[in-house]
């Protein structure tokens, strides 16, 4: 079995059949992680350029280490220390880049398409790290590997992705990869931040989070970027808090076990309650753990393509 | 692929499995230290097989694992296939004991050296010893095994194929040759 293509861009088209081969590496790279010498020698020889165009901790955090793990070299771009500064172009700095020879590139970057435009001028394998608000591909899928993890299965789940949709890439990604493995998805949140063409992805909007509460499986909680203006889409932090923040109370009240997910970094106080975060930590800190293995699945996949 | 020989049947298959349990003890002196690994996919179940042939003689269960060396392969870039990985399944430690390496076919010995790579990121070993049910030659690594089930010098268009109840339904080992006519 391989992947049917060369790059990682999205999920939006990527058939179940790669999907599923990229969860089931992942279990197998999970072992791994849990022994005295985490590292096998899979991607010896081969080169990884981390380019990071915009800030992270974990994606870029989990990357390096997966790319470790699998023994491949690695280097890292990011761009305020780079040519980038004196005016270079995206197109130059990667031919340059490419000219010294690497295998596989891992590219976030805040313009959307980035990543396909990477794939079309290189000979790199290509693996999104996110772009814009387009999409996260390996987020959305170390977000499916812990759902199954946790439920055995993912087709037939109920998920609901709640918060900031319209500019979220993690919550694209996730609908696309969940939809086509057989889950049921819903998206919750304020109006001004559910994107009008949705519901022609086939998924359902849900204004009550109480509602979201006790219809789902999963609730895949996104962080609200303060960062991108996010305040202009609601009167204020305090209201959103109120009316779609996750507290202790509220899953108390709808008394339903429920599994909380969250990319990270969490605001505390906005969309999940202190409380309800402190509790939800092991998970989410799992979410972690497993990111790297997802990662090192698809290094591997893309890496050992012949 | 063609048959071209059964070489051992159910019964043979049994008596090799028993030989070389008993092997296995006397040269160890016994089964203080030993620890089983099988080989994914055949070695697995005969290391089960000799697991309980062993537990019948010296009424001991020794530590059984097993081995996947699918990412220490050497032949990522020249095979046609991208090999599907699957899981090592070790539980116990293996520093300072006694590893009976324990596979179907030994043949190039690249296999084999993959998990001698494999075995040394899961500890330091006392000391590794290879136990292989067909040595059929052609080696290209320094590489010998300890205990040999039976030899059976082939020729590289031929193959062995050995088959297992518990994935193929029958004991038995096949000598095979490719079918393309000169």
Do not use: W
């Not at chain 1, 772009?131 to 499916?144: F, R, W, Y």
């Not at chain 2, 020989?5 to 030989?19: F, Q, V, Y």
């Not at chain 2, 030994?106 to 070993?125: E, H, I, K, Q």
């Not at chain 2, 062995?160 to 109840?165: F, G, H, Q, S, T």
Request: aromatic residues 6%.
């Amino acid at each position: 079995m391989s992947l049917s293509s060369r790059h990682l861009l999205g999920l939006q088209g990527v058939p179940k059949e790669d999907i599923q081969l990229i969860l089931d590496t992942a279990a197998t790279f999970r072992e791994i992680l849990e022994r005295p010498i985490k590292r096998v020698p899979t991607l010896q020889g081969k080169t990884v350029v981390n380019l990071f165009y915009e800030n992270s901790t974990r994606t870029r955090i989990s990357f390096e280490l997966a790319e470790k793990r699998l023994s491949a070299d690695s280097v890292n771009f990011s761009v305020g220390q780079s040519s980038v500064s004196k005016g270079e172009t995206l197109k130059d700095t990667i031919k340059n880049i490419e000219a010294m020879k690497v295998d596989l590139v891992v590219v976030r970057h805040a313009a959307a398409g980035v990543p396909n435009f990477l794939s079309r001028i290189c000979n790199s394998n290509i693996i999104n790290a996110g772009d814009g608000i387009h999409e996260h591909p390996t987020q959305a899928l170390l977000d499916m590997y812990s759902i199954r993890e946790k439920f055995g299965k993912l087709a037939g789940l109920k998920v609901c992705i709640v918060g900031d949709v319209a500019h979220s890439r993690v919550a694209m990604s996730n609908i696309f990869g969940l939809k086509t493995i057989g889950a049921q998805v819903s998206v919750c949140g304020p109006s001004t931040m559910i994107p009008k063409f949705i519901e022609e992805l086939g998924v359902n909007i849900i204004h009550n989070i109480d509602e979201a509460i006790q219809e789902n499986d999963v609730l895949n909680v996104l962080r609200i970027q303060l960062e991108r203006k996010a305040r202009e889409y609601f009167p204020s932090i305090r209201e959103y808090a109120n009316y779609f923040g996750i507290t202790q109370e509220r899953l108390e009240k709808n008394g339903r076990d429920i599994l909380i997910l969250h990319p990270g970094p969490i605001n505390r106080g906005v969309e999940l309650s202190s409380e309800v975060a402190d509790g939800l930590n092991q998970i989410i800190l799992k979410q972690v753990t497993n990111g790297v293995a997802v990662r090192m699945a698809v290094l591997y996949l893309l890496g050992t393509l012949n | 692929m063609d048959v071209k020989a059964k070489i051992i049947d159910e019964d043979g298959l049994s008596r090799i499995i028993t030989r070389m349990a008993h092997e296995i003890l006397e040269k160890n002196k016994g089964s203080q230290n030993l620890v089983l690994m099988g080989m994914k996919t055949r070695g697995e179940f005969l290391a089960r097989r000799i697991f309980e042939s062993i537990e019948q003689i010296e009424k001991i269960e020794l530590p059984l694992g097993v081995l996947d060396v699918t990412l220490y392969r050497d032949d990522f870039r020249t095979r046609l296939k991208q090999p599907e990985v699957s899981v090592s399944n070790i539980t116990f430690d293996i520093n300072d004991r006694d590893v009976v390496i324990i596979d179907d076919v030994l043949y190039t010995g690249r296999t084999v050296r993959s998990a001698l790579n494999a075995l040394m990121d899961f500890g330091r070993p006392r000391s590794i010893q290879l136990c292989v049910l067909v040595d059929r030659g052609h080696r290209e690594l320094p590489i010998r095994a300890d205990y040999i089930g039976k030899n059976i010098p082939t020729s590289n268009q031929e193959e062995i194929k050995v088959k297992m109840k518990e994935i193929d339904g029958e004991d038995a080992i096949y000598l095979m040759e490719n079918s393309v006519k000169n």
